[in-house]
């Protein structure tokens, strides 16, 4: 299985086997840094949501927020702990809604905080509204 992640020195997308990736063994195709799975939320575009979201081999939890939003503020901490908790078994990526409309578009957000989990490219859960990390881990048990 392959994954697409980021490199935490330079930013550059990379793809690498996921065993690879757990293991330490990846790097960098750019910088040639050692790669490793992401153990808290990243941030995407819709120049990346394609790599980052619908072609990624692991479950990934897509947060669609807005800076002005005090819920989606509120959540960005549950979600650092989430993705810290899950590494390697579910990626945490957060899309701006504001910013990049294009990929948010064909889910039909109509409020935020909305988590959505994609498997396989296909959404297979909606978790709307901010909630304390045990809601949002039971919300999504089983899933991943």
Not at 23 to 49: E, V, W
Not at 69 to 85: E, H, I, N, S, Y
Request: proline share 8%; net charge positive.
């Amino acid at each position: 299985m392959m994954e697409t992640v980021r490199c935490s020195s330079c930013g550059a997308p990379n793809r690498a086997p996921l065993n690879s990736l757990a293991g330490g063994h990846a790097r960098c195709g750019k910088c040639k840094q050692t790669l490793s799975l992401p153990d808290r939320p990243i941030d995407t575009s819709d120049k990346l949501f394609q790599a980052d979201v619908l072609e990624s081999d692991l479950p990934v939890l897509v947060d669609f927020w807005a800076d002005w939003c005090g819920p989606c503020k509120m959540m960005a901490p549950v979600l650092d702990q989430f993705a810290a908790r899950h590494a390697g078994k579910v990626k945490v990526v957060k899309l701006n809604t504001e910013k990049f409309p294009h990929s948010a578009a064909p889910y039909r957000i109509r409020s935020i905080p909305n988590m959505l989990l994609f498997k396989n490219g296909q959404v297979v859960k909606s978790v709307v509204g901010a909630m304390p990390l045990p809601r949002l881990e039971n919300e999504l048990s089983g899933m991943f």
